[in-house]
């Protein structure tokens, strides 16, 4: 029984931040950084996590119908919010799978991602799919450091199961090695990095060949019929140099990603993969590596049903929606590496009542709203009366999900009384396209272009505020413009 991935996507936050804003303001400090100072980063926003960016690509992936027959969802990353609350739970409630969906954190290595999908594409090749992998991650960076100039923020899915799909699988390889290039304790914040030179030549070019030829061996493939070779390291030329010892082509190296978009953590693998995809042809072999403590190696092929599934935006179309980004100050403070007078109106008490969160969970994290019975009118929240003035049915509401409908602006508020870390804080009337209107708040919006009373927008899943003094997060939908 063949396996193979039936859809994929993915998600890169359109804020860029430009490196060369880093390598200026850390001049006086660092004045080594320029040598990384050239093209950007995308950085998540305030509001952004690995859970909310995993959610983005799925529904980059799979549209709300196509989520129905779920029988897993694998979620990878290393800077996963809770450390003791199941994440992939998060995400499945939001994405609305069911309650019988298994659902599995990974973590704990930069291979996390890769070592997902290869354990995902065995869970289905022995009848257990099909599964979503999806990979996210919001790293966190000493300011200064080389890593934050490297890293990115994003996420990228793919869905498995049994059949050819759009890739067929031809191999895999692992290899698992207690190579130390970096290393971040339980209580630590920040990754402790060893020097490039060694993990270069002791790491990517002596672990890594062995893999991938152990795969492509596997895989009955010659090196030289390899198309796409995916390799996710920021440091330069690493990838060609893999290539050439392996004996794979030269022009089959895939663009690292890092000028435009930087490292993505353990999701990078999946992201380089997706966006492989996004450019392969039918007959096209693709590798791609995971490395970390390891390697992993994967081998697919691209089928003819590739041109007949393809995601949202993918990462290309995310890479294009980009916001240049010259305020690293603002950086430095929705990521918690500046201190800065929020205010008194920062200092209400945020608790969630986890009671309440449990008995409203569909409302909160799946966007699920009432539909009338008696009349058809839809509404959210859902309530015990129809808010139809022509109708008041009681106890006549079926679950009506929001989350995936347009909607229209009716009104809006920019509003600087109101705490927000990224102020002014944007809330406003939304009119659904079905039905029903909520007021919510909006996310990303670019103070330079403006609102416009009747412009299209979309839900997106997002952190809602912190609770700080009990270190939680409450998660809630926001309109975005379309």
Avoid at 155 to 160: D, G, H, S, T, Y
Avoid at 383 to 394: E, K, L, Q, R, Y
């Amino acid at each position: 029984m063949t396996v193979g991935i039936h859809a994929f996507g993915g998600y890169v936050p359109p804020r860029r931040l430009q490196r060369a804003a880093v390598v200026d303001a850390n001049a006086w400090f660092a004045p080594a950084l320029k040598s990384l100072g050239r093209g950007e980063r995308a950085i998540a926003n305030w509001d952004e996590d690995a859970i909310t960016m995993a959610v983005e690509a799925v529904r980059d992936a799979l549209s709300g119908a196509q989520r129905d027959a779920m029988a897993g969802l694998f979620l990878a990353s290393t800077s996963l919010p809770f450390a003791d609350r199941q994440n992939a739970g998060v995400v499945a409630e939001a994405l609305q799978l069911g309650r019988q969906v298994r659902t599995l954190d990974v973590a704990g290595s930069q291979r996390a991602g890769s070592s997902a999908l290869i354990t995902a594409l065995q869970t289905a090749a022995g009848g257990g799919g099909p599964v979503l992998v999806v990979a996210a991650e919001k790293r966190s960076a000493r300011a200064a450091s080389a890593l934050e100039l490297t890293s990115g923020d994003g996420a990228a899915a793919v869905l498995v199961a049994r059949g050819d799909g759009v890739a067929r699988l031809l191999g895999v390889a692992t290899d698992s090695v207690d190579f130390v290039d970096h290393y971040r304790e339980q209580q630590q914040r920040f990754d402790y990095s060893w020097e490039e030179r060694w993990i270069r030549d002791e790491g990517y070019l002596e672990i890594a060949p062995v893999v991938i030829r152990r795969a492509l061996q596997t895989a009955g493939v010659e090196p030289e019929k390899v198309d796409h070779f995916c390799f996710p390291a920021a440091a330069k030329r690493v990838a060609d140099t893999l290539a050439h010892k392996v004996g794979l082509r030269a022009g089959s190296v895939r663009d690292n990603l890092q000028q435009g978009c930087g490292e993505v953590g353990a999701a990078h693998p999946l992201l380089l993969l997706v966006h492989a995809l996004e450019h392969a042809a039918p007959g096209d072999v693709v590798v791609a590596t995971g490395f970390g403590q390891g390697c992993d190696a994967l081998v697919v092929e691209a089928t003819g049903e590739l041109g007949r599934t393809r995601p949202v935006r993918g990462i290309a179309g995310h890479l294009a929606c980009r916001r240049a980004d010259s305020n690293y100050q603002r950086y430095l403070s929705i990521n918690d590496l500046l201190t800065i007078d929020q205010g008194l109106r920062a200092e209400v008490d945020k608790q969630t009542g986890l009671t309440t969160l449990y008995r409203n969970k569909e409302m909160l994290l799946g966007m699920i709203g009432g539909r009338c019975r008696a009349c058809g009118t839809p509404q959210y929240p859902k309530s015990g009366v129809c808010v139809n003035p022509d109708c008041h049915a009681v106890d006549s509401q079926d679950d009506c999900p929001f989350s995936e409908q347009g909607a229209r602006l009716n009104s809006f508020t920019a509003d600087r009384l109101t705490y927000c870390p990224d102020p002014p804080a944007y809330y406003g009337m939304v009119q659904f396209d079905q039905g029903g209107r909520a007021m919510m708040d909006l996310a990303d919006v670019n103070p330079a272009l403006e609102l416009v009373v009747g412009q299209r927008m979309r839900m997106v899943f997002r952190v809602k505020d912190y609770d700080r003094a009990r270190g939680f997060r409450r998660y809630f939908w926001k309109a975005t413009p379309d």
